[in-house]
């Protein structure tokens, strides 16, 4: 696996001013992926999974004989969690490494970054986060859920009388495009229901926030006036979300009191807390580590055996949805690939339509001809004492997914 270095990707950023210098579209016995997550910052934690992932998912691939008679070669980077530097690693990436492929990003604003960059140079990324939607470009495969196929039904069961009842909404997020979007769609949703604006507050924190315990008072006097009961929908990211749960904790505010739906909250962000103080909060993804089924035992097995063998400095009993997003992209990418018998994006990009996989979440993926989204299916868990999520309920088939709300 070759590996991009900040120093080396600045370096070259100056260079990119230079007239372009072509090349031969990929070496002579391998084909090129990047991949755009940060090993630091505020996302590593996070983000730094999917590098191994990717090649994981790669190497599985390349022990099957490659694609179209090719091994599969994963250059990652660091982009340290600086959004423009996504877009500066992949244009190197693609200008002068020539990959096939990008794999990458997790927030939105990473992704907007990189988004003109794969426009302007033809190229192709896999985008393996839910998001906030309202985004269609033939240059990104949306291989997470919008809104309509996550959020909204999650935010339907806290309402409803399998959930709490929830009448009354304290929105906290990060201060960007996704947590503006999403909360911007729900206040569409709670208007086209009949709930008035004194229902619901919102406030946003800059990228990597720590210090909520004013924002948990906040959370405990909205929640302590009439109007019914009261939720946290949580949209920050990052190392803010371990810090906002373990505050809220602290000043004894349980699930029962006050449910959190945490939107980007994954099993790694569990990791070193005491969950026995957050049971019942909820999070909602394509996928939960706690899923049933054949497949998931074995890309758990899968994920454990590989950190062990290639030491990889992350949990080996720890997977997250962005993981399977990731492993799955590199597969509906080998696909498309094979199927169209070649590694141009043109061309591959033809071969989405009527592409299949089944996932470990026990769903099979599908891609249509409509645009390049892909069906998922669709989780809601619960914190349970084990650092973990246990199912609540699961979707009964894959919902196609809607790309522009109609709540925003």
Known sequence: MTHLTRRGVLGTAALLAAPAIIRPAFAADTVKLGCLFSSSGTMANLEGRLNHVVRMAADAINGRGGVNGRQIEVLTSDPASDWPLYAQVGRQMLQQEKVAALFGCWTSVSRKSVLPVVEQND????????????ENSKAVVYVNSPPASSVLPAVDYLMGPDGVGAKRFFMIGSDYVWPRTINKQLKGYWTSKGIPETAWREEYV????????????QVRSFAS??????????????????????????????????????????????????????????????????????RNQTFLADWAAYVKAKNVPFSADTVIDPMVSAYDSVHLWALAAAKAGSFA????????????????????????????????????????????????????????????????
């Open 123 to 134: 190229g192709l990324l896999f985008y393996p986060l839910h998001f906030e939607g309202d």
């Open 206 to 217: 800059p990228f990597g926030f720590s210090n909520f315990q004013t924002l948990v008072n």
């Open 225 to 294: 006036q009439p109007g019914g009961q009261a939720i946290v929908v949580l949209t920050v990211v990052g190392s803010s979300i371990p810090d906002f749960l373990r505050e809220f904790a602290n000043q004894g505010i349980s699930a029962t009191d006050v449910p959190i739906l945490g939107l980007d909250m994954v099993e790694a962000d569990l990791e070193g807390l005491d969950t026995a103080k957050l049971v019942g909060h909820l999070n909602c993804w394509a996928y939960l580590q706690a899923a049933k089924g054949e």
């Open 345 to 408: 994006v043109p061309e591959v990009r033809k071969a989405f339509a009527g592409l299949s996989f089944d996932d470990p979440s026990g769903y099979t993926l599908t891609m249509t001809g409509e645009n390049n989204y892909v069906s998922r299916g669709v989780f809601i868990g619960s914190v349970n004492e084990k650092r973990g999520f246990d199912v609540l309920w699961q979707s009964p088939n894959a919902p196609k997914p809607v790309p522009f709300s109609p709540y925003g």
